[in-house]
Nanobody
Framework: VQLQASGGGLVQPGGSVRLSCAVS????????IGWFRQAPGSGREGISCINFNDGRTYIDDSVKGRFTMSRDNAKNTVYLQMGDLKPEDTAVYYCAGGTPIASTRSYASGYKWWGQGTQVTVSS
């Protein structure tokens, strides 16, 4: 299984960016893809996840209303659309794959495979 995150960069406060996570190697669609972020000096924070089979999503309260998650099964790609970005959203963003149970979907321990991370910097 491989996950390849892309789409980060420098964004002005209030701006938007879309991250992509290309997924390969899964033998079925019955898995979740989660997005995590890690700011300098902080732990890895789970912010969203999506079930690749049925598209059900979970968005953490910390970003709800600003971030959305979607998938394109034909392209084997998951997206994180980030809007109204704030300086505190600055972090390395990771996508991760696995089969977490509901209580672990926001925790890194719930995922087995990880992408390499992409930097998002929100600054004027």
């Amino acid at each position: 299984v491989q996950l390849q995150a892309s789409g980060g960069g420098l964004v002005q406060p209030g701006g938007s960016v879309r991250l992509s996570c290309a997924v390969s190697g899964f033998t079925s669609n019955h898995f979740d893809i989660g997005w995590f972020r890690q700011a300098p000096g902080s732990g890895r924070e789970g912010i969203s996840c999506i079930n690749f089979n049925d598209g059900r999503t979970y968005i953490d309260d910390s970003v709800k209303g600003r971030f959305t998650m979607s998938r394109d099964n034909a392209k084997n790609t998951v997206y994180l659309q980030m809007g109204d970005l704030k300086p505190e959203d600055t972090a390395v963003y990771y996508c991760a794959g696995g089969t977490p149970i509901a209580s672990t979907r926001s925790y890194a321990s719930g995922y087995k495979w990880w992408g390499q991370g992409t930097q998002v910097t929100v600054s004027s």
